[in-house]
């Protein structure tokens, strides 16, 4: 597993935007998809090229393409749905999936109730999108699922990320490749990420 920690100074100042108490849900939803396509051009730094001749206006050249494994997109509903656009504006040929999952009040657990991926997700890199890395696990049940439908290749893209939950994720997923906007102190008694931004489904959505 790799960890990737985003720098980027427009990051680090849409992100103050977000933790922001006072920031709308048409904002958030805004500044989320931003963010979102910053981090997506990190994420797809190591896509394979390949050699294509073409021919410009003025002459023939060769430029490059991408080759090898294609994209597909998972976000974990419903926060993660805040995300799709945003990598969708840098790769809108990906295909894109839903896995839909709760936590159980007793077990604390999580539990699927809606998966529908793309039929080859074999070959492709599958990109999970989920703004909220906390106790790590809903994230690990999700790669859990697209393990079981064949992914070989999975990367996760989160906006805050706890350090419990990335150790958690390391753990039990070594081959998945983390990418974050920020890290953040610690998770709270009752699994929030502090000092966080609230529950991301609620700011997106104007459900608080």
Not at 30 to 39: A, K, P
Not at 92 to 120: F, N, Q, W
Not at 163 to 185: C, F, M, Q, S, T
């Amino acid at each position: 597993m790799s960890l990737t920690v985003l720098d980027h100074p427009l990051i680090k100042h849409k992100m103050t935007i977000l933790r922001r108490k006072e920031t709308s849900s048409m904002e958030f939803r805004q500044i989320v998809t931003e963010i979102s396509t910053l981090m997506g051009y990190e994420v797809t730094r190591d896509l394979e090229l390949k050699d294509i001749e073409i021919e410009t206006p003025l002459e023939k050249m060769v430029g490059k393409e991408i080759s090898g494994k294609k994209i597909g997109i998972v976000p974990i509903l419903r926060a993660g749905i805040g995300m799709v656009d945003g990598l969708l504006t840098i790769v809108p040929s990906a295909r894109v999936g839903h896995i839909g999952m709760y936590r159980d009040p007793e077990t604390l657990k999580p539990v699927t109730y809606y998966c529908k991926l793309p039929k080859d997700v074999s070959s492709r890199t599958m990109i999970l999108l989920d703004p909220m890395l906390a106790t790590g696990g809903t994230l690990n049940a999700a790669i859990d699922v697209l393990k079981e439908e064949g992914a070989t290749s999975i990367k996760t893209v989160n906006l805050l990320a706890a350090p419990e939950g990335i150790k958690a994720v390391e753990e039990r997923h070594p081959d998945v490749d983390i990418y974050v906007a920020e890290v953040d102190r610690a998770l709270n008694d009752h699994g929030y990420i502090l000092p966080g931004l609230g529950d991301a489904g609620d700011r997106l959505f104007g459900t608080k």
